[in-house]
């Protein structure tokens, strides 16, 4: 059935996925065999291989976040041998390919793991905190209506290309999961950047990166060390830039704070 | 049934202004009073939701997914079109017009195109102010790009992905509200219902995905915003849970839904690898301003595409259209994509693609510009299928990609229940029977910031009604018949996975209302369907229980309207005895195989009224005046 590479052989795989009931209950390893896996399929093509293959015998299907299936949504959030998204750089779980993976292979599957995101069922997590976070101030305060025309507004195109790339976060996640302090500094840094780097953004930067900030460390995200497993793990390239400007926009803001 | 499309006396380009200094207002005093349901939160429903808010009314929004920033509009690709003329090209609110009526093939209504030209201007403005950043020329000034059906640049872009970003600016929008009370945000909720209590709407009824609580909400106004039904096919661009639960439990309360047969096919998608596929990926349109379509010359061709020598390639679209090229409307490219392929032209290891080829446009303008222009594009395709595209072509082939149909709407985007509205791809108004590229994202917008906050204002006003509490029997009764359809699912017990069930509906309604259509398949369709939907009710099989996360149990709720929905396509395919946009009946063809509309008969919107489950529905027509442009066959040579 192939598409591209007659060659490619089915695998048979092992996978150790993590399941739990709900949030109150404990979870724990299974193991599951697997086989006749096409190196066409993505990961979560296997996944649903896997499901049908447990409904059929009357197990519980594994419970995954998954929408889009093109790497924009940001739903899709498996920790897979020890990685966020998976050993793929730049590339989210659901546009990572079996072809990654070799016959035999033992796989194990396992949700983010931060105090945040509390676990749902298997590998679905609650990660609102981060829509919190958002609402705290990454914003413009613009109504509908009224406003300029688009064009009387001419942002030079480094910084419309700058502020784009850190526009780019699908707010996963990952960068919390593969943090061990677990912070949230480079989901949070991407926001404050895209929008003070924007002549439109610029009049609430000195609120907006403190209550962005403020509700971060509400919601528990832990402190940044400046490891930088975030942005290795980040599928969209996020860069630690970001995180640079946030501590400089912060600083900023708290010596002229505006905040009343 | 008498289908009043309340579209406002006067000359097309003031019908617009003359309805807003026409329609009733609410006191901003008076506002607060009023809630309003806006189930979906792309584009079309976030949009609504944040400037309700702004106005001052009370809004509960819904989505399926954790965030309401994960809506399928976050997907789109290529661009949202404006006329604005910047280019200075020759565009104008009525060029935009007329190119939305033809490539529709005649069959929108031209007083709704036309105010979606008028307010594509306003939108670009507001998603700026916004911090939107769409892609800019050295100058600092916004840049644009060509879709297909048009002969002007008027699509603004964010690289591949302006959904994302006009949805983050929505988005934005929205969490400003959610921060300041006004909007009440319920994410993992699915609507399974809608509450009527005197003829009109005034609730919902939803389950939470987590808990499996079953809970009812009221309102003086229900929005839907729940995007397409392109799912129906199984196989589709569409996200994974995009469904037609809400605009089909609407309907089955009396909503009439229109052209549920206008599906869009897009032509740039990567082809099915296998059985196991579970969607398709789409290759945006804009790739068709620089990637070239070709498939070789000669039948059973199977060498390597840099094996085939330049005259023994077909570029069928530049061949057949010299003037629109590769940029013909979709429903064309894909029809000829299909054809080629039927002659058993295709290429790749199916024989069900067509090459889509950049080496002429990396020549010219160098790989460091195809890089910034379709990178992140490429990079994708490279991941799905592991090929190269900068070094070899890529292949490409026609997938289900949007919904031209939908629910029934007057020009207020209201359906036939009072109070309750569709906007976006959720209802039919704007399209006819094809939708041109970058327009969808310009309408769910359209709708949601700046035609919705004005008429729904018109009914509150004019309906002036009390807060009803969800104690009300109708709501109860609600309530009780959704507890009992997913009692009714959870007690079937039987074999075949919903999976299954829906892949099989999805071959049904690819091999027989899909690209091309007969009389004689419909028919075959239509019992297959229902032998389907029978053995659905006897045999499919849930696991576990509601008071959980069930995904299994939300993918049935969603197969089994699909598998209704599925029959209504049918039984609209084979009413409509014409070509025309998407609709592609093989009957009614001209002799170079383009869509034969026949307008004597079938200028009108076919909207159907829901009878009974295995009733047939009753079909009311709306006549299409068309005042302002000349129905003439489409022509792109
Ligand atoms: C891959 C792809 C690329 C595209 N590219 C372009 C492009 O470049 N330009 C363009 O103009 N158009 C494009 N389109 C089309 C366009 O993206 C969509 O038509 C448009 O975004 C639909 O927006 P919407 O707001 O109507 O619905 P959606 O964005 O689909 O949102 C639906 C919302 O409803 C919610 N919902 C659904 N059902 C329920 C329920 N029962 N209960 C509660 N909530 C529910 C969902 O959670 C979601 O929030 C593209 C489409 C696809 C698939
Ligand atoms: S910064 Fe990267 S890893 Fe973190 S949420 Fe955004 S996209 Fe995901
Ligand atoms: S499912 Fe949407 S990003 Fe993976």
Known sequence: ?260 | MILDSKIPEGPLAEKWEKHKFNVKLVNPANKRKYDIIVVGTGLAGASAAATLAELGYNVKAFCYQDSPRRAHSIAAQGGINAAKNYQNDGDSVYRLFYDTIKGGDYRAREANVYRLAQVSVNIIDQCVAQGVPFAREYGGLLANRSFGGAQVSRTFYARGQTGQQLLLGAYSALNRQIAYGKVKMYPRTEMLDLVMVDGQARGIVTRHLVTGKIESHSAHAVILATGGYGNVFYLSTNAMGSNATAAWRAYKKGALFANPCFTQIHPTCIPVSGGYQSKLTLMSESLRNDGRVWVPKAVGDNRAPQDIPEDERDYFLERKYPSFGNLVPRDVASRNAKLACDEGRGVGTTKLAVYLDFADVIKRDGLNTVVQKYGNLFDMYAKITGENPYEQPMRIYPAVHYTMGGLWVDYNLMTTIPGLYATGECNFSDHGANRLGASALMQGLADGYFVIPYTIGDYLAQNPTARIETSHPAFKEAEAAVQTEVNRLLNVNGTRTVDDFHKALGLLMWDYCGMARNAEGLQYAKQEIRKLRDEFWRDVKILGVNEELNVTLEKAGRVADFLELGELMVDDALNRNESCGGHFREEYQTPENEALRDDENYTYVAAWQYTGTNQQPVLHKEELKFENVKLTQRSYK
């Open chain 1, 1 to 260: 059935m192939a598409g591209n590479n007659p060659n490619s052989k089915p695998m048979n795989l092992t996978l150790k996925v993590w399941r739990q009931k709900n949030s109150q209950a404990t979870g724990k390893l299974e193991t599951y065999n697997i086989k006749n896996i096409s190196p066409e399929m993505s990961f979560l093509e296997m996944m649903d291989v896997l499901n049908e293959d447990l409904l059929l015998q009357g197990i519980d299907p594994v419970a995954f976040d998954h929408d889009c299936r093109e790497g924009i949504c940001g739903m899709c959030s498996l920790y897979i041998n020890g990685r966020a998204h998976g050993p793929e750089r730049g590339t989210t779980t659901c546009q990572l390919h079996m072809r990654k993976f070799s016959d035999g292979d033992t796989i194990t599957i396992e949700p983010w793991r931060a105090g945040p995101f509390p676990i749902l069922k298997d590998l679905c997590t609650d990660r609102s905190a981060l829509d919190r976070i958002q609402q705290a101030g990454g914003y413009i305060s613009v109504n509908t209506g009224g406003v300029p025309d688009a064009n009387e507004i001419p942002i030079p195109k480094s910084i419309a290309d700058k502020a784009f790339d850190a526009a780019t976060c699908i707010q996963c996640g990952a960068c919390v999961a593969a943090c061990k302090n677990g912070s949230a500094m480079l989901f949070t840094s991407a926001k404050v950047s895209q929008l003070a780097l924007l002549p439109q953004g610029k009049v609430e930067r000195k609120t907006r990166v403190e209550n962005m900030v403020a509700q971060m460390d509400k919601e528990g995200f832990g402190a940044c060390t400046n490891i930088g497993s975030c942005a290795a793990e980040c599928p969209v390239g996020i860069s630690l830039e970001n995180i640079a400007m946030l501590n400089r926009e912060y600083i900023n803001a708290s010596f002229t704070s505006e905040n009343v």
